[in-house]
């Protein structure tokens, strides 16, 4: 089994090929890098289900206006469900709005209830925590791992005692500054050399 992760950083090589002929293909979000070297090939979209994104992803209804959403099999929702919004209209003024859960609200909206849905346990949140050495002392910590490395954590879950090929493009391991970057490089190069997957960095 072929399984491509497609992260949402900019891609400048052409992966159309490989992506579009895996057996599975997991996109997050807005699937940034659908079409032209990113391929069209959709078999799984991963949401970032909390925060603003998570608020966004409802309110405005994202996810039915994506070029791949006819194609998706699967909607995973990346983080456990700690506390339902009851804001979406406007921000909420809590200081925990980053772990708000907007589940629901991105089900009903975005056409989902008739779609497969997979909900993340708690153990998915866990692991990515131990990996990024983020210290959860009270319920949310102020780093966050980010939705593609917890994808990621699924995915090695799921199809890791099969025999399936993982490959990861577009991920750069930069951009929102609650995300622990750093660390979580770090796991998916120590991944890559147990041979538990295959990270294709781009030539800049």
């Known amino acids: 089994m072929q399984i491509v992760v ?4 900019a891609l400048n090589e052409d992966f159309s090929a490989l992506i579009d002929g895996a ?3 997991i996109r997050f979000n807005r699937a940034n890098n659908f079409g032209g070297h990113g391929g069209t090939r959709t078999t799984v979209l991963c949401i970032a289900n909390w925060g603003e994104i998570g608020r ?15 194609l998706v099999r699967e909607f995973w929702f990346s983080r456990p469900s ?6 979406l209209w406007r921000k909420s003024w809590r200081r925990d709005i980053d ?3 907007y589940s629901r609200a991105i089900v009903r909206r ?3 209830s008739a779609r497969t849905r997979i909900f993340f346990g708690a153990d998915i949140y866990q692991r990515g925590l131990e990996l990024c050495r983020i210290e959860c ?3 949310i910590p102020t780093l966050q791992p980010s939705t593609g490395f917890l994808g990621l954590q699924y995915v090695l879950q799921r199809y890791g ?7 990861l493009v577009g991920f750069a391991f930069s951009g929102w500054e609650r995300h622990p970057w750093q660390a979580e490089q770090a796991a998916v190069e120590a991944y890559e050399r147990e041979g538990r997957i295959r990270w294709l960095r781009q030539i800049r």
């Open 6 to 9: 497609v992260g949402n950083a």
């Open 23 to 25: 057996d599975e293909v």
């Open 56 to 70: 966004k992803i409802a309110k405005r209804q994202l996810l039915v206006g994506l070029p791949c959403f006819p």
């Open 82 to 87: 700690f506390r339902e919004s009851a804001f």
């Open 99 to 101: 772990s708000l859960d």
């Open 110 to 112: 975005n056409s989902l």
């Open 137 to 139: 002392n009270s319920q």
């Open 161 to 167: 005692a099969c025999d399936a090929s993982i490959s």
